[in-house]
């Protein structure tokens, strides 16, 4: 696998707009973090992939690896919800994560959005405007709290009234 992302670029797609192999290689990158580098033998297929609204945001490496993903939810309140957010082993320190998460939080930024942080990545979600939003809990055995990022309001960007 070749460290060198196709231009850098953050794809993003609906399920229902994936090909197979595209799926099968996000899939695989979070289960090869998830499953087997972290050690967490939990259920990585949770249905909510194949929802409607679900859409997945990655990164290719120029010879078709999956270098970086995350995906996008949408509940039934109007909440958006990121997750499984992770990047290959040999990527971490190339910024991915950090354009998959403005990527996601470009799309829902009038709208508000929470995840669920390991709590090493606290700081990291916090520069995208999350903050904690609950007491930190195990989650297969890692320590993990709930964030939230309030909807950009009309008239203020960048911390400035217009």
């Known amino acids: 696998?070749?460290?060198q992302p196709l231009a850098t670029a953050v794809q993003r797609a609906y399920t229902a707009d994936l090909d197979a192999s595209d799926f099968y290689r996000?899939?695989?990158l979070r289960?090869?973090?998830f499953v087997v580098e972290q050690e967490c033998p939990y259920p990585e297929l949770d249905?909510?992939?194949l929802e409607d609204s679900t859409r997945h945001f990655w990164v290719d490496s120029a010879d078709d690896y999956v270098l970086g993903y995350l995906r996008l939810l949408?509940?039934?309140?109007?909440?958006?919800?990121i997750g499984r957010v992770c990047t290959a082993k040999s990527a971490r320190g190339l910024g991915i994560g950090r354009k998959l998460m403005r990527a996601a939080?470009?799309?829902v930024q009038n709208s508000p959005a929470v995840l669920?942080?390991?709590a090493y990545a606290k700081d990291f979600y916090a520069s995208f405007?999350?903050?904690e939003a609950g007491d930190e809990y195990l989650e297969d055995g890692i320590p993990h709290v709930e964030m939230r990022r309030e909807p950009r309001r009309a008239g203020v960007a960048a911390g400035r009234r217009m």
């Open 26 to 28: 996000m899939l695989r």
């Open 116 to 118: 669920s942080a390991q």
């Open 74 to 81: 949408e509940d039934p309140d109007g909440t958006y919800r």
């Open 31 to 33: 289960v090869d973090v």
């Open 47 to 49: 249905g909510r992939d």
């Open 105 to 107: 939080v470009a799309e």
């Open 1 to 3: 696998m070749t460290l």
């Open 129 to 131: 405007g999350f903050v």
